[in-house]
């Protein structure tokens, strides 16, 4: 499978800091999406994006495919942002290979 | 607001006993994923389906662990005999093309 690695692997950050997370993978990838698991255990679909860069509000990411990396920014973090945040590569067959994941703590 | 949900959302059984966990995928959705999170192992793919067929359960152990999708509405995750290393958080996920929706997860607790 694909190996994929996140960092930083935890970040703490004041309330309306930026703040840039970096996921690495192996292999050349068709899919990949951000997730982020809030404090409550729920993941939530952040962004598709197997390539280019996307914006949705306070959040952007950018995936250069042919680097292998995928880059995730938050902007004037709230507390709300907390959490831990996923990338999941994918390739063929719409199977994901989830990182373990940067924890993100927003302190006010 | 269409949602993946999964019952029931916490299990706490003995060790030898059986546990079936269930998933109601997103209508129109073609794929169904199980996962396992655990602080040790991460999230793992134990198991998934395209149209309802299985196309790969190489994450899952085989000797106790069976999931199928009985129909487009249902996918099942059982665990025969149970152990306490399956103590875990199992996650349902569908999804169509090329995105994953996940569900609240089962919290599953073995003694």
């Known amino acids: 499978g694909i190996q994929v690695e996140q960092s930083p692997p935890d970040l703490i950050l004041q309330e309306g800091a930026n703040s840039t997370l970096r996921c690495n993978f192996s292999?050349?990838?068709?899919?990949l999406q951000w997730f982020h698991q809030n404090p409550w255990g729920q993941l939530i679909n952040l962004f598709y994006?197997?390539?280019g860069t996307k914006q949705n509000g306070r959040l952007s990411a950018t995936t250069v495919a042919t680097e292998r990396y995928s880059l995730l920014y938050i902007s004037s973090s709230q507390t709300t942002d907390s959490g831990v945040y996923f990338c999941?590569?994918?390739?063929?067959?719409?199977?994901?290979?989830f990182g373990t994941g940067t924890s993100l703590t927003v302190i006010p | 607001d269409a949602r993946v949900t999964q019952t029931p959302r916490d299990k706490v059984t003995e060790m030898g006993q059986e546990v079936t966990m269930r998933c109601q995928p997103i209508?129109?959705?073609?794929?169904v994923f199980w996962y396992r999170q655990t602080m040790m192992q991460g999230l793992e793919l134990l198991a998934y389906?395209?149209?309802?067929?299985?196309?790969?359960d190489s994450g899952m152990p085989k000797d106790r662990f069976s999931a199928e999708m009985p129909d487009a509405t249902l996918a099942t995750l059982k665990i025969q005999p149970s152990e306490p290393r399956d103590s875990a958080v199992y996650f349902c996920?569908?999804?169509?093309?090329?995105?994953?929706?996940f569900g609240p997860g089962t919290r599953l607790t073995v003694l």
């Open positions: 996920a569908s999804g169509l093309q090329d995105t994953q929706y």
């Open positions: 292999d050349s990838v068709n899919n």
């Open positions: 994006i197997p390539s």
């Open positions: 999941a590569p994918g390739g063929n067959g719409n199977q994901f290979y």
């Open positions: 209508l129109g959705h073609n794929t």
């Open positions: 389906f395209r149209n309802r067929a299985p196309l790969d």
